[in-house]
Nanobody, 127 residues
Framework: QVQLVESGGGSVQAGGSLRLSCVAD???????MAWFRQTPGKEREGVAA???????VYANSVRGRFVLSKDNAKNTLYLQMNSLQPEDTAIYYC??????????????????????WGQGTQVTVSS
């Protein structure tokens, strides 16, 4: 069973920054990983994902503000979030694809393409 543990959430004012971390239990460098977020009553939304080549894909709503990176030696995926806005308030989840085969590029931010999920970390941005 793959375990993913997120950390780094918190409360900030608009314009502030946070860095989320996701530590993966076991090898993950050959699997696609991503960050998602969810607010009450809404579907889980893809935020950023790494394809098999290590290239980052971002949702339009965060492109230019969020930066995805990973440290293979530490089995850790990071999400640097800058210029945070109240609409970024959500629970953020780290996810890993179960299969070694990557999803179609257009589906990198589709939660149905991922099999393992962390418990989530709350991010709250006040105006």
């Amino acid at each position: 069973q793959v375990q993913l543990v997120e950390s780094g959430g918190g409360s900030v004012q608009a314009g502030g920054s946070l860095r989320l971390s996701c530590v993966a239990d076991g090898q993950y460098s050959h699997h696609c990983m991503a960050w998602f977020r969810q607010t009450p009553g809404k579907e889980r939304e893809g935020v950023a994902a790494l394809d098999m080549a290590g290239n980052a894909v971002y949702a339009n709503s965060v492109r230019g503000r969020f930066v995805l990176s990973k440290d293979n030696a530490k089995n850790t995926l990071y999400l640097q979030m800058n210029s945070l806005q109240p609409e970024d308030t959500a629970i953020y989840y780290c996810a890993r694809r179960g299969s070694w085969s990557p999803p179609l590029p257009i589906r990198l931010l589709d939660p149905d393409e991922y099999d393992y999920w962390g418990q989530g970390t709350q991010v709250t941005v006040s105006s």
